[in-house]
T-cell receptor, first 115, second 113 residues
Framework: DQQVKQNSPSLSVQEGRISILNCDYT??????FLWYKKYPAEGPTFLIS?????DKNEDGRFTVFLNKSAKHLSLHSVPSQPGDSAVYFC??????????????FGQGTTLQVKP | DTGVSQDPRHKITKRGQNVTFRCDPI?????LYWYRQTLGQGPEFLTY????????KSRLLSDRFSAERPKGSFSTLEIQRTEQGDSAMYLC???????????FGNGTRLTVT
């Protein structure tokens, strides 16, 4: 039962262009969503989050969009940089339960930014 | 802020042996989490502590697994009678409050032969 799905295992974009990573979820109780970035041999690093009361959140080059009716979120980054090449994980939690740390992760999408 | 520290980084053990991992969270972070990640998958929640109290355990955490956080500082995760299926990356994370993002360590990679 994969409650958080990232259907694209990999994505390749040209440096300077926009990269869009997608994530779908099935549990309507999820109300807090995060994106993490992971480099090889390192732990995941928090990138950006969004609460279900919003449909958009921006932080520098990164914007997360949430479509609750479609149970879909996406991460946009522009302009893409070679240092963005990493595995990106989407994660969700039911924060109303009082524990936003119990995250359900997707399988990850490997982003390659080509110079 | 020195980040979340995990030790060892790698552990190779034979099936049936016991192993113990240590996690030092960011100081003053009262919440500490253990996750497990296998190849091609995202991290999976195992358990978490608020201070020294273990508040939730996943059904993934069989009775061979035990976690402690004495004095609410560092935590240990012990696996008894290891099995090949235990081979994974074990990640520790900490957070300052329920509504703040998790900060992950670099993990302990366990290989059971």
């Amino acid at each position: 039962d994969q409650q958080v799905k990232q259907n694209s295992p990999s994505l390749s974009v040209q440096e300077g262009r926009i990269s869009i990573l997608n994530c779908d979820y099935t549990n309507s109780m999820f109300d807090y969503f995060l994106w993490y970035k992971k480099y090889p041999a390192e732990g995941p690093t928090f990138l950006i989050s969004i609460s279900s009361i919003k449909d958009k959140n921006e932080d520098g080059r990164f914007t997360v969009f949430l479509n609750k009716s479609a149970k879909h979120l996406s991460l946009h980054s522009v302009p893409s940089q070679p240092g963005d090449s990493a595995v990106y994980f989407c994660a969700a939690s039911a924060a109303q339960g009082g524990n936003t740390g119990k995250l359900i992760f997707g399988q990850g999408t490997t982003l390659q930014v080509k110079p | 802020d020195t980040g979340v520290s995990q030790d060892p980084r790698h552990k190779i053990t034979k099936r049936g042996q016991n192993v113990t991992f240590r996690c030092d969270p960011i100081s003053e972070h009262n919440r500490l989490y253990w996750y497990r990640q296998t190849l091609g998958q995202g991290p999976e929640f195992l358990t978490y502590f608020q201070n020294e109290a273990q508040l939730e355990k996943s059904r993934l955490l069989s009775d061979r697994f035990s976690a402690e956080r004495p004095k609410g500082s560092f935590s240990t995760l012990e696996i008894q009678r290891t099995e090949q299926g235990d081979s994974a990356m074990y990640l520790c994370a900490s957070s300052l409050s329920p509504n703040s993002p998790l900060h992950f360590g670099n993990g302990t990679r366990l290989t059971v032969t």
